[in-house]
C-alpha cells in the first residue's frame, strides 16, 4: 500500500472538519488538489472512506477503521520527530558510568556535572563499583563507560588515563610521628591498619605488595567507604593506606588526621576512563563523555 502521511493527515483534517473543502483549508490545499488525494488514497486501500453528500462528508465503517489507525500513527510520528530533533542540534542519549570510590568522591563530581550542564541532551547513569567490579561490567558490556584506577589489567578495552593519584598514609600525629615526611609502605605495615574490604582493588592491591616483601596486613577493621575507613582512623584505631583524590577533601573534616605521600613508586597510580566501545563505533553520546573527560584531564 502506498499510504503517505500527508494523505493521512489530509484524510483526518477532512474528518474532523465535516467537508472537503474545509478539510483542503487545513491544509493549504485547493479543493481538487485535496479530492484527488483522497481518491489516491481510497484506491490504495481499496476502500471507501467517505460517503459524500451536499452538506458534506461522513466516513464508512472503514473511513471510522481508518481514523483510529491514522490518529496513532501521527501522534507516535510526532513523538519520533520531537525525539529526533535533539540529534540535528548536537548529541542526545543515556551513558551508563561505572565509577570507583576513588572516582566517585575525588574525581567525578565537578567535570561530570560540567558535561551534563554542556549536554542537557546527555543523561547519564552513574553507578559505585569496586574497580574489579566495573572491569567485568565492561567486557560483559553491562556499562558504557568505567573510571578506575590503572591496578588491574585494562587488556581488551579503550583505556586513556585521567588524573594521577597518588597512595598516601592517614593517621593521628603521634601516629606519623616515627613515620617522617614520606614514609615507605614497610614502614607502615609495623603498625595496626584500617582498610578497605577485600572485595575492593585497593585491598587486593596493598596485599600483593606487602606479600612481595614477606609481610602481612594487619587490619584492625575493615568500611567498605573512604569516609568510614578515615572516622576510625580519627579514632586512633590505626592508620590507613587511601587514594588522595578519594580522601583530600574527607581528611580536611578531621582536625585530628595528618598524611603523607608513600615513597615507594608504585604508590604513584592513575586514575583511567575504559570503554567496550571501538572508538568510530561508539555511541555520539559515549565519545562525548569520554572526550570531555579527556579534555578535562589535560586542562588539569
Known amino acids: 500500500m ?13 474528518l474532523d472538519a ?11 490545499l485547493s479543493v481538487a488538489a485535496a479530492s484527488s488525494r483522497l481518491q489516491e488514497l481510497e484506491s490504495a486501500l481499496g476502500v471507501r472512506l467517505f460517503e459524500r453528500r451536499a452538506s458534506g462528508v461522513r466516513p464508512t465503517d472503514a473511513g471510522i477503521e481508518l481514523a483510529r489507525h491514522a490518529r496513532s500513527v501521527l501522534v507516535e510520528l510526532d513523538r519520533l520527530k520531537r525525539e529526533m530533533a535533539p540529534f540535528a542540534h548536537g548529541v542526545r542519549g543515556r551513558v551508563s558510568l561505572l565509577a570507583n570510590t576513588a572516582a566517585l568522591s575525588g574525581y567525578l563530581p565537578e567535570p561530570l556535572s560540567r558535561f551534563l550542564s554542556e549536554h542537557p541532551e546527555v543523561d547519564v547513569d552513574l553507578q559505585e563499583m569496586w574497580t574489579g567490579e566495573i572491569l567485568e561490567a565492561l567486557h560483559r558490556r ?6 578506575l584506577a590503572d591496578t588491574m589489567d585494562t587488556s581488551g578495552l579503550h583505556a586513556m588515563p585521567l588524573a594521577d593519584d ?29 582498610g578497605l574490604p577485600a572485595q575492593s582493588a585497593l585491598y587486593t592491591y596493598l596485599q600483593v605488595k606487602a606479600a612481595d616483601l ?15 575507613v578515615l572516622k576510625m582512623v580519627a579514632l586512633d584505631v590505626g592508620l590507613s593506606i587511601v587514594s588522595s583524590l578519594a580522601t583530600r577533601e574527607l581528611v580536611r573534616q578531621y582536625p585530628g588526621l595528618q598524611w603523607r605521600p608513600l615513597r615507594d613508586s608504585w604508590a604513584k597510580r592513575r586514575l583511567l576512563v575504559c570503554t567496550h566501545h571501538a572508538h568510530d563505533t561508539a555511541p555520539a553520546s559515549v565519545k562525548a563523555l569520554i572526550g570531555f573527560l579527556h579534555e578535562q584531564s589535560a586542562r588539569g
Open 2 to 14: 502506498k499510504v503517505d502521511v500527508a494523505k493521512l493527515k489530509l484524510f483526518i483534517e477532512v
Open 18 to 28: 465535516g467537508s472537503i473543502t474545509a478539510g483542503a483549508g487545513r491544509c493549504h
Open 142 to 147: 553491562k556499562a558504557d563507560v568505567g573510571v
Open 166 to 194: 597518588h597512595l598516601v598514609v592517614v593517621g593521628t600525629a603521634h601516629r606519623l610521628a616515627a613515620l617522617g615526611d614520606s614514609p615507605r609502605f614497610d614502614e607502615c605495615l609495623d603498625h595496626p591498619m584500617v
Open 214 to 228: 614477606g609481610k602481612v596486613i594487619r587490619y584492625r577493621v575493615s568500611l567498605r567507604t573512604f569516609e568510614g
